[in-house]
């Protein structure tokens, strides 16, 4: 056995291996990878990240190769020895680990934690994944079966690609998914007016940023830390999809201000910078301890919001000016961030959401004083969380319209024809997000409010 590689604590290979097992008995990958990775630092931290959350998005294609390269069904392999042929393959395929190199801190692995014999087999067939060479072959053909590729060379669920390919074309959706198994870039959201958005920006030694072009005050962490990043100006780490929403909202909307799904925080931060005397703002969530890591950027920012846990389905506030309901919902825009979300997901769960978010509109909505905005918003693409939501809520709720955002803010081609925002990932290289504002009439003659 090598114990070097049992005991060490800093070795990046079972640091990754770890957060597999975690993944697989139900933790979400961000929270085992917080724990798994909290000793390690600089290249062995990256090296366990990449190795955990690629093996994860690609679970699909790795297991699919490994089935034709075994003697013997996945489902009957020891846990461990899987988490590890995952990891090893990964390495041959998708890294630029040397194949020897990857064989066989492989099946040291494989030793120290599910004995010789599993490592016998694992050396075995990672061996003759690095001789027979690259597997396309057990691939589907994607021109003849485009669903069967995307769901296994792609690795993405079946019902999901299923669900894609019904309303975009195959190009499109396969861009989607591409991008969704690429780790997404860091970037960054300048709020301050004075930084120069046109070029790029050393705001602290260390730490350079660069421009993304077509997006407002959005920039690239190009080198340094995020931390640093926003310590040096102000500023808060966001995809341009999620500042996308912020500027949809605008700079003209009145307080009180209630942020009712707030965590992580990011649009309320913006919001916040924005508009000043818009106040009082409220960020409210269900969750204490999500909704309580939002009081450093405060304090950071110097901004006046108050933090409230509430249950938006239940509010416990008299009435507001504007609302954002940045809603839970399938994250089917975020994938490329969540590597382990697309195994979560199932027809019954988008179905779930599907009623939280009509069940939190109609009490959000009460809270609305004529005249005032309602924000819905999502990170998803699935019409039903999005625009057949909207639709749904406006016909029971006559005394709203849907409202075009002011085009001054919006990037060209995010808004669709009826005013509702929708960033595509395949677009841009961007997540994926969706909004759409919602006026209640400044007249008396819309109580009528359903659910």
């Not at 040291?108 to 599993?118: F, N, Q, R, Y």
């Not at 072959?137 to 060379?153: C, G, H, I, K, Q």
């Not at 894609?164 to 861009?175: C, E, G, K």
């Not at 341009?240 to 965590?263: K, L």
Request: glycine share 10%; net charge positive.
């Amino acid at each position: 056995m090598n114990t070097a590689t049992k005991d060490n604590a800093n070795d990046p290979r079972l640091a990754a291996y770890h957060i597999l097992v975690d993944v697989g008995h139900g933790e979400f990958a961000d929270r085992a990878a917080a724990r798994r990775l909290a000793r390690l630092c600089g290249v062995d931290r990256g090296l366990a990240l990449e190795l955990a959350y690629g093996s994860i998005r690609l679970r699909s294609r790795l297991d699919t190769e490994l089935a034709d390269l075994l003697d013997r069904p996945l489902g009957r392999l020891d846990s461990r020895l899987l988490h590890w042929l995952r990891l090893g393959l990964y390495q041959i395929r998708e890294t630029r680990v040397s194949d020897h190199a990857a064989v066989d801190q492989t099946v040291e692995g494989v030793k120290s934690t599910a004995g010789p014999k599993a490592a016998g087999l694992a050396n075995a067939v990672l061996r003759r994944a690095v001789r027979e060479g690259p597997g396309e072959r057990v691939f589907p053909d994607p021109r003849l079966n485009p669903e069967a590729y995307l769901s296994t060379w792609g690795s993405h669920p079946e019902w999901l690609v299923r669900r894609w390919l019904a309303r975009w074309p195959l190009a499109s959706v396969r861009r989607l998914i591409e991008n969704d198994n690429r780790a997404p870039p860091v970037t960054v959201r300048v709020l301050a007016e004075g930084v120069d958005s046109s070029q790029d920006s050393r705001p602290a030694p260390g730490v350079h940023l660069v421009r993304e072009t077509g997006w407002r005050a959005m920039f690239r962490l190009e080198k340094g830390e995020p931390g640093a990043a926003i310590r040096s100006l102000p500023s808060v780490v966001q995809d341009p999809a999620a500042a996308a929403v912020v500027d949809y909202v605008g700079d003209r909307f009145d307080g009180p201000v209630v942020d009712a799904c707030a965590a992580p925080g990011g649009k309320t931060l913006g919001l916040a910078w924005r508009v000043p005397g818009a106040r009082p703002f409220v960020a409210a969530d269900v969750s204490g301890r999500r909704i309580g890591r939002l009081r450093e950027p405060l304090s950071r920012l110097g901004l006046d919001v108050s933090l409230a846990v509430m249950d938006g389905r239940a509010p416990a506030i008299g009435g507001a000016r504007t609302v954002l309901l940045d809603a839970p919902c399938t994250g089917t825009g975020v994938l490329r961030r969540r590597p382990d979300a697309r195994w979560r997901l199932s027809p019954e769960k988008l179905r779930s959401l599907v009623k939280l978010q009509r069940e939190l509109l109609a009490a959000l909505a009460v809270l609305v004083e004529p005249g005032g905005l309602l924000v819905y918003a999502t990170c998803s693409l699935e019409p039903e969380e999005n625009e057949e939501q909207v639709d749904r809520f406006l016909a029971g709720h006559e005394g709203f319209r849907r409202e075009p955002p002011d085009p001054e803010w919006v990037r060209e081609g995010s808004v669709d024809e009826r005013g509702d925002l929708r960033v595509l990932p395949w677009q841009w290289n961007t997540d994926g997000a969706f909004a759409s504002r919602l006026r209640r009439n400044a007249g008396p003659s819309e109580r009528g409010i359903t659910g």
